[in-house]
C-alpha cells in the first residue's frame, strides 16, 4: 500500500471521516528514519508519521508513547492524538511553524535553553533509562547478522571513551529528549516547541546539549554557556565532547546497518560514507577533550 493510501485508511478509521476528507499536505524534511506527512482532515491539520524501514530496532514504542504522556505537562510537544506501539504511526496536531535547521538557530539560543531546562529540571521520573553504553552495544550486535567488522579505528575510539565512562556516568540522570537536534525544535514567532520523542529517557541532561550541535557542533559549543548562564569550564567541556563522541560512534553503527538493509539505495544516501564521516567526527570531538 503506497503511503497516501494508508494515510487516508488510517485517517478516515481515527477521526471517522471519509477518506476523500483526508488530503496530503505535503512532506516534512528533516531526519532519515521516518516519514512525516502534514495532512488535512476535513479542515484542521495533523502530522503523520510513517516509521522507515527496520526502525523498530531502534525504538521502543510503549517506551515512546509512557514519555509523550509524561511531558505533557510541560506543554512543550505537539499534542499526540493517536500512537500505534506495533506500528510506530503516530498522528499529532500540526504545529505552524519553521524547524531550526531552516532558520538561524544561534538567535534561538535562549528559548533552547529555555525548553531544554523546563525538561531536564521538570523533576519527571521515568523507569526508562536512555543507558547509552548497553545501547551502543546492542547497536552493534545488529551488525553481527551481516558479518560486520568493527576496524580497528572504531575499536580504538570506543576503548578510548570508555575510559570516561565513570566520569560521564557520575553526574545525575534526569528526564531528556534523547534526539534535540535543530531539526526537532519548531519556531513559533519568539516561540519553540520541541518534538519527537522516540530517544527519550533518563540521561545526562549533556547528552541533549550535545544533540543539539548534531548538524554543526558549534550551534552546541554557543549553547553550552547559554545553558550554564556563565563560562564553560572543563568538566562541562569535555563532558559536552564526550557525549558528542558517544553520539557519533552510535548513529555510524546505525549508518552501517541501513547501508546492510538497502537503504543506501532505495533512498540514494550513500550510509558506508555516512558511518565513516561519523569516525571521523568522533575522532575530533575525543581530540578536543582536555
Known sequence: ???????RTVCAEQFEVNPKDVSLVKRLMGGMSNYTYVVDVKGKYYTFRIPGKKAERF???????????RIRELNINN????????????????????????KDPLK????????????????????????????????????????????SRYQELKSRLLKY??????????????????????AQDDDLKLTDWEF?????????LACFGNVNFD??????????????????????????????LQWHNVAWYKHYIGLSKDLSVDFEKVANMYLDKATHMLNQVK
Open 1 to 7: 500500500m503506497d503511503h497516501e493510501t494508508h494515510i
Open 59 to 69: 525504538v521502543d514504542r510503549e517506551v515512546e508513547a509512557y514519555h509523550i504522556n
Open 79 to 102: 499534542n499526540t492524538v493517536y500512537l500505534d506501539t506495533k506500528s510506530g504511526i503516530k498522528i499529532a496536531e500540526y504545529i505552524e511553524g519553521v524547524p531550526l535547521h531552516e
Open 108 to 151: 534561538y539560543l535562549d528559548q533552547a535553553t529555555q525548553i531544554l531546562k523546563r525538561v531536564h529540571n521538570s523533576g519527571i521520573k521515568s523507569p526508562h533509562d536512555y543507558a547509552p553504553f548497553e545501547r551502543l552495544n546492542t547497536y552493534e550486535g545488529y551488525l553481527h547478522a551481516y558479518d560486520h567488522t568493527h576496524g
Open 165 to 186: 565512562r565513570p566520569f560521564l556516568d557520575s553526574f545525575e540522570r534526569v528526564m531528556t529528549h534523547g534526539d534535540a537536534q535543530i531539526s526537532n525544535f519548531i
Open 200 to 208: 527519550s529517557g533518563m540521561n545526562d541532561p549533556f547528552y541533549d
Open 219 to 248: 550551534h552546541a559549543l554557543a549553547l553550552l554557556p547559554v545553558y550554564l548562564e556563565g563560562d564553560v569550564d572543563d568538566v562541562s567541556w569535555n563532558r559536552l565532547h564526550l557525549w558528542r563522541t558517544f553520539q557519533c
